[in-house]
């Protein structure tokens, strides 16, 4: 089977890891600091936190720009799960807006129609490597003084009129997970240009203890630290993430090569201006292929391939969300979650293995 995900690792993150070990400085340490000012530098932004998973990165970073319970928080029906819970974790209400047809990213448009009194904050995310429109939402967040916060858990390296992924937003949140695009496993990672929010990250970070003095205790936080042993991985991973980047749109460009000719089938778009870093190469099965999303699905498994719908559902349906569910209709994210599919794009493909995908789906 062709695996949709297995993580680039080599001899150089197990012996970074390893050196780590035998160190016995396994907890929060040098190895930490080390990566969150590698993260910043690549990102090119003035800090980066080191946290202990993405789910946890997006939470701090909304206490840190102070969401508060009641208040409500923007974002998109076609994400992970984490996305909206991170927002009710920070007590506030996460409000769906639709997507936009073509980037599958939260649509502007719709943004502006769900603003209140109570609307604090737009969580975009940057959907399979591909950053949201953040010039548009710009606008809106400062005509209505909204927050806009970046959940780039997919998105690490993408672009966007010349500047990261992580330098896109008030504050930007990444997951360092096993399946994204550099990974330590487990972990996560904030960035921000905003010493203000940074420090207030660092304290949530830490049971909301100084830095500086012992059980001084200035906020409610959490323990949300990263692991030494972990960012020692991480330091690896980052010197390899334009590699693994550039693979991964290598592979991409000879997917939708193909694809594109292919009728029924819609390819990834990339709006002028922005990057994309394919953490999933995600094509559409529309009603005028030959065969339905899951038939495909079925052919693929069969010739050893593996797949995955992201995501088979919108947000919204699920019982602790529907909340969030205030347009009269989302047509496109209904559309979306009944003909994604996303393919094989992992840096480390083979060849063989590349072309054995292209010719698999020419042929059905
Ligand atoms: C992976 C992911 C997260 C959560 O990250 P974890 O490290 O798994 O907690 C949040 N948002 C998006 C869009 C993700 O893909």
């Not at 930490?32 to 003035?46: H, N, P, R, S, T």
């Not at 974002?75 to 599958?104: C, E, H, K, Q, W």
């Not at 939708?256 to 000719?261: A, D, G, L, M, Q």
Request: aromatic residues 8%; contains cysteine; glycine residues 6%.
């Amino acid at each position: 089977m062709i695996s949709l995900v297995k993580p680039s690792v080599s001899g150089k993150e197990a012996k970074a890891a390893s050196h780590v070990i035998l160190s016995g400085q396994l907890a929060q340490g040098e190895k930490v600091l080390m990566l969150e000012k590698d993260f910043a530098k690549y990102c090119g932004v003035k800090y980066a936190i080191a946290i202990n998973n993405g789910t946890a990165a997006v939470h701090t970073a909304l206490l840190a720009i102070g969401i508060a319970p009641g208040d409500e928080v923007i974002t998109s029906p076609l994400t992970f799960v984490a996305t909206a819970n991170s927002i009710i974790m920070a007590g506030a209400n996460p409000i769906f807006a639709d997507i936009d047809s073509r980037t599958y990213n939260i649509d502007p448009k719709t943004v502006e129609k769900l603003i209140t009194k109570k609307t604090k904050a737009i969580l975009a995310v940057n959907l399979y490597g591909l950053p949201a429109d953040y010039s548009k939402l710009k606008i809106i967040a400062k005509r209505h003084n909204l927050l806009l916060i970046e959940d780039a858990a997919q998105s690490v390296g993408a672009t966007y009129k010349k500047k990261s992924s992580g330098n896109l937003a008030d504050i930007s949140c990444f997951s360092l997970y096993a399946t994204k695009n550099l990974m330590t496993g487990e972990g996560g990672m904030i960035t921000t240009n905003n010493s203000n929010y940074a420090g207030i990250c660092r304290l949530i970070r830490n049971h909301g203890q100084s830095e500086t003095k012992k059980y001084d205790y200035k906020l409610l936080g959490y323990n949300y630290r990263m692991s030494d042993v972990l960012a020692a991985i991480g330091i690896e991973q980052l010197k390899k993430i334009k590699t693994f980047n550039k693979k991964r749109q290598q592979n991409a460009a000879k997917y939708t090569n193909t694809f594109s000719k292919i009728n029924g089938l819609i390819t990834p778009f990339v709006p002028p201006g922005s990057t994309h870093v394919y953490h999933q190469y995600t094509i559409l099965v529309t009603p005028s292929y030959h065969l339905t999303r899951n038939q495909l699905q079925q052919f693929l498994i069969k010739k050893g391939i593996q797949s995955t719908v992201y995501y088979p559902y919108p947000l919204y349906v699920s019982p602790h969300l529907k909340k969030g569910k205030r347009l009269a209709n989302y047509p496109v994210t209904e559309q979306v979650t009944k003909s994604c599919l996303s393919i094989p794009i992992r840096p480390n493909l083979n060849n063989d293995e590349l072309n054995y995908i292209i010719n698999a789906i020419q042929s059905t």
